[in-house]
């Protein structure tokens, strides 16, 4: 039973890394490289693949000043980063037990 707990954990982390992902490349082919949100016409230019109705939700989404405020704390963070992390998706946790069953501290 309780490896069905961390089962269903393991599963929602990698659902929500993969909606993450997509939310990211989503807003980075249909907003940034056609010229952001901006633009006017963005609401005529619905892709292939998504109903018109969505469309116009994503883009509200996108535009609404709460998400244009989180972004804007968002990078203001990112900019304060001294360090950047190489670890990937392996956790601090990960590393140190590694690192100290390879070296036998």
């Known amino acids: 039973m309780d490896e069905h707990v961390h089962l269903k954990a393991g599963i929602e982390r990698y659902a929500g890394n993969r909606y993450k992902d997509h ?12 010229g952001g949100e901006d633009r006017v016409d ?8 998504m109903a018109r109705s969505k ?11 709460d998400v244009k405020a989180r972004c804007a704390i968002n990078a203001t963070n990112k ?22 069953s390879c070296y036998n501290l």
Not at 55 to 65: N, P
Not at 79 to 86: A, D, V, W
């Open 23 to 34: 939310k990211f490349r989503f807003k980075e082919k249909f907003f940034k490289k056609k």
């Open 42 to 49: 963005i609401l005529d230019e619905v892709p292939l693949d």
């Open 55 to 65: 469309w116009k939700e994503q883009v509200e989404y996108y535009t609404s000043s």
């Open 79 to 100: 900019s304060k980063q001294t360090i950047q992390g190489h670890g990937g998706r392996t956790s601090l946790a990960q590393t140190r037990d590694s690192f100290v």
